[in-house]
């Protein structure tokens, strides 16, 4: 960010929001790929928010494969939680957060409140004064789920989904490795 950008920013109380970036995808879609590859076009160092849990082995093997993968020059912080803090704690470093939809995953099984964790994070993007790109899984393109559950997490990832699109600069989507700009 060069100095116009960043007076401009601090301007803007919603600065961070506009120049916030959400990538979303299915499963293996290069979501994550694409995402890594904006943040690592930007000086180093890059902060990697992980918030996927290793709950089995399958888990454990995923989070593996995204460690090895990832360039040197990233620093990782895993939080399940507490997304918004992380992004404040590093407003000004380009960000990642991997996945939205995870982070979901964890508010839920742990009953916590999703409308409450969602404005932390809006607030905390808004504040930042550096790149910052939210990856998510896009969920309600497939068959309607047979569990409550499941069925809630569908639909508290649409509304989530669609709360940032509303207020952040760009949306991405990926499909096949390749990215379809939609804002």
Not at 40 to 46: D, E, G, K, R
Not at 61 to 74: E, K, L, M, T
Not at 78 to 106: G, H, I, R, S
């Amino acid at each position: 960010m060069n100095g116009q950008e960043l007076k401009a920013q601090q301007a803007d109380p919603q600065a961070g929001l506009h120049h916030a970036t959400l990538v979303l995808g299915g499963a293996r879609s290069g979501k994550s790929r694409y995402a890594e590859a904006q943040i690592t076009a930007l000086p180093v160092p890059w902060v990697y928010v992980a918030t996927g849990r290793a709950f089995d082995t399958e888990m454990q093997d995923r989070i593996a494969h995204h460690q090895h993968s990832r360039a040197p020059g990233w620093l990782t912080v895993e939080e399940p939680f507490a997304v918004a803090d992380v992004m404040q704690a590093y407003a000004e470093k380009p960000l990642l957060l991997d996945c939205l939809t995870l982070w979901l995953t964890n508010l839920l099984l742990e009953e916590r409140d999703i409308a409450a964790a969602t404005q932390q994070l809006v607030q905390a993007l808004a504040k930042r004064q550096a790149a910052t790109v939210l990856v998510g899984n896009e969920v309600g393109l497939g068959i309607v789920p047979d569990t409550p559950l499941a069925r809630r997490f569908r639909d508290e990832a649409g509304i989530l989904h669609q709360k940032l699109a509303a207020q952040v600069g760009h949306v991405v989507f990926v499909a096949a490795g390749l990215p379809l700009v939609l804002k």
